[in-house]
Protein backbone atom coordinates (compact mmCIF):
# COMPACT_ATOMS: atom_id res chain seq x y z
CA UNK A 1 0.00 0.00 0.00
CA UNK A 2 1.30 3.56 -0.76
CA UNK A 3 0.21 6.67 1.53
CA UNK A 4 1.17 10.24 0.67
CA UNK A 5 1.63 13.13 3.78
CA UNK A 6 1.79 16.98 2.33
CA UNK A 7 2.96 18.60 4.61
CA UNK A 8 1.34 22.16 4.91
CA UNK A 9 -2.46 22.50 4.29
CA UNK A 10 -2.04 26.16 3.59
CA UNK A 11 0.64 27.95 1.65
CA UNK A 12 0.06 31.84 1.98
CA UNK A 13 2.93 33.42 -0.68
CA UNK A 14 2.90 36.91 -2.45
CA UNK A 15 2.68 37.41 -5.77
CA UNK A 16 5.78 37.12 -7.93
CA UNK A 17 7.76 35.01 -5.18
CA UNK A 18 8.70 31.82 -5.32
CA UNK A 19 7.07 28.67 -3.90
CA UNK A 20 7.28 25.10 -2.92
CA UNK A 21 4.92 22.74 -1.96
CA UNK A 22 5.88 19.37 0.04
CA UNK A 23 5.30 16.12 -0.58
CA UNK A 24 6.59 13.23 0.98
CA UNK A 25 5.31 9.45 0.21
CA UNK A 26 5.74 5.69 1.66
CA UNK A 27 5.18 2.61 -0.71
CA UNK A 28 6.83 -1.06 -0.58
CA UNK A 29 7.33 -0.61 -4.50
CA UNK A 30 8.53 1.34 -6.93
CA UNK A 31 6.13 4.13 -7.62
CA UNK A 32 4.90 7.00 -10.38
CA UNK A 33 4.31 10.29 -8.94
CA UNK A 34 1.56 13.29 -10.22
CA UNK A 35 0.93 16.35 -8.81
CA UNK A 36 -3.05 17.67 -9.26
CA UNK A 37 -4.24 20.72 -9.41
CA UNK A 38 -7.95 21.61 -7.85
CA UNK A 39 -8.89 25.27 -9.26
CA UNK A 40 -12.20 26.18 -7.27
CA UNK A 41 -15.17 24.25 -8.10
CA UNK A 42 -13.01 22.22 -11.04
CA UNK A 43 -11.98 19.04 -11.43
CA UNK A 44 -8.70 18.02 -10.90
CA UNK A 45 -6.14 18.79 -13.75
CA UNK A 46 -2.62 17.14 -14.05
CA UNK A 47 0.12 19.36 -13.57
CA UNK A 48 2.93 17.05 -14.17
CA UNK A 49 4.71 13.54 -13.57
CA UNK A 50 7.43 11.45 -12.81
CA UNK A 51 7.22 8.02 -14.48
CA UNK A 52 11.18 7.57 -14.64
CA UNK A 53 14.24 9.27 -15.58
CA UNK A 54 15.19 12.82 -15.11
CA UNK A 55 14.52 13.19 -11.54
CA UNK A 56 13.86 17.11 -12.45
CA UNK A 57 10.18 17.10 -14.05
CA UNK A 58 8.77 20.24 -15.74
CA UNK A 59 4.83 20.63 -15.91
CA UNK A 60 2.53 23.12 -17.00
CA UNK A 61 1.98 26.84 -15.88
CA UNK A 62 5.60 27.09 -14.92
CA UNK A 63 5.78 24.60 -12.23
CA UNK A 64 8.83 21.60 -11.64
CA UNK A 65 9.17 19.14 -9.30
CA UNK A 66 12.22 16.92 -8.16
CA UNK A 67 12.19 13.52 -6.85
CA UNK A 68 14.10 12.54 -4.74
CA UNK A 69 14.09 8.30 -4.05
CA UNK A 70 16.61 8.80 -0.58
CA UNK A 71 13.93 10.97 0.65
CA UNK A 72 10.88 9.91 -0.50
CA UNK A 73 9.84 13.33 -1.96
CA UNK A 74 8.18 14.82 -4.57
CA UNK A 75 8.24 18.76 -4.15
CA UNK A 76 6.50 20.86 -6.31
CA UNK A 77 8.11 24.58 -7.32
CA UNK A 78 7.39 27.53 -8.94
CA UNK A 79 10.16 30.63 -9.29
CA UNK A 80 7.22 33.29 -9.10
CA UNK A 81 3.72 32.79 -8.39
CA UNK A 82 1.09 34.40 -9.87
CA UNK A 83 -2.73 35.48 -8.94
CA UNK A 84 -3.93 32.51 -11.06
CA UNK A 85 -1.88 29.92 -9.55
CA UNK A 86 -4.96 30.29 -6.02
CA UNK A 87 -5.75 26.37 -6.06
CA UNK A 88 -5.49 23.51 -3.75
CA UNK A 89 -2.51 21.13 -5.09
CA UNK A 90 -2.82 17.40 -4.96
CA UNK A 91 0.14 15.21 -4.29
CA UNK A 92 -0.22 11.52 -5.85
CA UNK A 93 1.31 8.49 -5.89
CA UNK A 94 0.51 5.30 -8.21
CA UNK A 95 2.47 2.06 -6.88
CA UNK A 96 3.70 -0.27 -9.44
CA UNK A 97 1.20 -3.11 -10.57
CA UNK A 98 -1.67 -0.93 -9.14
CA UNK A 99 -3.88 1.53 -11.44
CA UNK A 100 -5.56 3.85 -8.75
CA UNK A 101 -3.79 7.31 -7.19
CA UNK A 102 -3.01 7.69 -3.45
CA UNK A 103 -3.83 11.38 -2.66
CA UNK A 104 -2.16 13.58 -0.03
CA UNK A 105 -4.76 16.06 1.75
CA UNK A 106 -4.16 18.89 0.01
CA UNK A 107 -2.04 22.21 -0.33
CA UNK A 108 -4.57 25.09 -0.47
CA UNK A 109 -2.29 28.00 -2.00
CA UNK A 110 -2.98 31.71 -1.57
CA UNK A 111 -1.20 34.22 -3.43
CA UNK A 112 -1.70 37.18 -2.18
CA UNK A 113 -1.39 40.21 -4.40
CA UNK B 1 -11.91 20.44 -20.60
CA UNK B 2 -10.61 16.66 -19.80
CA UNK B 3 -12.84 15.30 -22.15
CA UNK B 4 -14.50 13.17 -18.89
CA UNK B 5 -18.37 13.92 -18.89
CA UNK B 6 -20.11 13.90 -15.33
CA UNK B 7 -24.12 13.67 -14.67
CA UNK B 8 -25.43 15.77 -13.05
CA UNK B 9 -23.30 18.53 -11.78
CA UNK B 10 -25.40 19.03 -8.05
CA UNK B 11 -27.46 16.76 -6.64
CA UNK B 12 -29.69 17.34 -3.45
CA UNK B 13 -31.56 14.48 -2.11
CA UNK B 14 -32.95 12.81 1.38
CA UNK B 15 -31.59 10.63 3.68
CA UNK B 16 -32.41 7.24 2.63
CA UNK B 17 -32.66 7.86 -0.93
CA UNK B 18 -30.73 6.60 -3.86
CA UNK B 19 -29.30 8.12 -6.33
CA UNK B 20 -27.23 7.55 -9.94
CA UNK B 21 -24.00 9.32 -11.14
CA UNK B 22 -23.07 8.81 -14.84
CA UNK B 23 -19.88 9.14 -16.25
CA UNK B 24 -18.73 9.13 -19.67
CA UNK B 25 -15.10 8.84 -19.96
CA UNK B 26 -12.57 10.07 -22.73
CA UNK B 27 -13.14 8.33 -26.22
CA UNK B 28 -10.51 6.00 -25.89
CA UNK B 29 -10.26 5.27 -22.58
CA UNK B 30 -10.46 1.36 -21.02
CA UNK B 31 -10.46 2.48 -17.32
CA UNK B 32 -12.32 4.62 -15.25
CA UNK B 33 -11.81 5.32 -11.76
CA UNK B 34 -14.65 6.64 -9.05
CA UNK B 35 -13.21 8.64 -6.19
CA UNK B 36 -15.05 10.50 -3.20
CA UNK B 37 -13.92 13.91 -1.68
CA UNK B 38 -15.14 15.03 1.65
CA UNK B 39 -13.88 17.45 4.06
CA UNK B 40 -12.61 15.21 6.40
CA UNK B 41 -11.41 12.38 4.06
CA UNK B 42 -9.38 14.27 1.45
CA UNK B 43 -9.81 12.39 -2.04
CA UNK B 44 -10.60 8.23 -1.62
CA UNK B 45 -10.27 5.99 -4.05
CA UNK B 46 -13.33 4.26 -4.58
CA UNK B 47 -13.63 1.71 -7.46
CA UNK B 48 -12.11 0.98 -10.36
CA UNK B 49 -13.03 -0.94 -13.89
CA UNK B 50 -11.00 -1.87 -17.00
CA UNK B 51 -13.59 -2.59 -20.05
CA UNK B 52 -16.39 -4.03 -18.27
CA UNK B 53 -14.85 -5.25 -15.76
CA UNK B 54 -14.37 -4.44 -11.95
CA UNK B 55 -10.10 -4.57 -11.32
CA UNK B 56 -10.02 -2.94 -7.89
CA UNK B 57 -12.01 -1.47 -4.58
CA UNK B 58 -11.19 0.72 -2.25
CA UNK B 59 -13.07 2.72 0.59
CA UNK B 60 -16.07 1.80 -1.15
CA UNK B 61 -19.42 1.17 1.23
CA UNK B 62 -21.86 -1.45 1.00
CA UNK B 63 -24.37 0.87 0.00
CA UNK B 64 -22.51 2.07 -2.79
CA UNK B 65 -22.15 0.00 -6.23
CA UNK B 66 -20.75 0.52 -9.57
CA UNK B 67 -20.29 -0.58 -12.80
CA UNK B 68 -19.14 -0.49 -16.15
CA UNK B 69 -21.53 -0.52 -19.56
CA UNK B 70 -20.64 -1.87 -22.32
CA UNK B 71 -19.93 1.30 -24.29
CA UNK B 72 -17.72 2.01 -21.93
CA UNK B 73 -19.30 4.42 -19.72
CA UNK B 74 -20.11 3.61 -15.75
CA UNK B 75 -22.30 4.50 -13.61
CA UNK B 76 -21.91 4.89 -10.02
CA UNK B 77 -25.13 3.57 -7.70
CA UNK B 78 -25.41 5.01 -3.71
CA UNK B 79 -28.18 4.05 -1.98
CA UNK B 80 -29.61 4.13 1.90
CA UNK B 81 -27.82 7.71 1.53
CA UNK B 82 -26.49 9.15 4.97
CA UNK B 83 -25.67 12.52 5.83
CA UNK B 84 -22.35 11.82 5.91
CA UNK B 85 -22.54 10.56 1.86
CA UNK B 86 -22.20 14.52 1.31
CA UNK B 87 -19.32 14.69 -1.14
CA UNK B 88 -17.77 15.89 -4.63
CA UNK B 89 -17.47 12.26 -6.37
CA UNK B 90 -15.22 12.42 -9.33
CA UNK B 91 -15.12 10.16 -12.11
CA UNK B 92 -12.24 9.54 -13.95
CA UNK B 93 -10.27 7.65 -17.01
CA UNK B 94 -7.53 6.58 -18.21
CA UNK B 95 -6.22 4.52 -21.77
CA UNK B 96 -5.72 1.55 -19.53
CA UNK B 97 -3.51 1.85 -16.10
CA UNK B 98 -0.50 2.03 -14.70
CA UNK B 99 1.50 5.19 -15.80
CA UNK B 100 -1.05 6.50 -17.72
CA UNK B 101 -2.32 10.06 -17.54
CA UNK B 102 -5.75 9.70 -15.20
CA UNK B 103 -8.12 12.17 -16.24
CA UNK B 104 -10.48 13.67 -14.08
CA UNK B 105 -13.98 15.10 -14.63
CA UNK B 106 -15.48 17.94 -13.07
CA UNK B 107 -17.28 16.02 -10.49
CA UNK B 108 -20.72 15.75 -9.01
CA UNK B 109 -21.89 17.25 -6.01
CA UNK B 110 -23.85 15.62 -3.76
CA UNK B 111 -25.81 16.92 -1.10
CA UNK B 112 -28.12 14.67 1.40
CA UNK B 113 -30.74 16.78 3.61
Known amino acids: AQSVTQLDSQVPVFEEAPVELRCNYSSSVSVYLFWYVQYPNQGLQLLLKYLSGSTLVKGINGFEAEFNKSQTSFHLRKPSVHISDTAEYFC???????????FGKGTKLSVIP | DSGVTQTPKHLITATGQRVTLRCSPR?????VYWYQQSLDQGLQFLIHYYNGEERAKGNILERFSAQQFPDLHSELNLSSLELGDSALYFC????????????FGEGSWLTVV
Open chain 2, 27 to 31: SGDLS
Open chain 1, 92 to 102: AVQGAGSYQLT
Open chain 2, 92 to 103: ASSVSGAANTIY
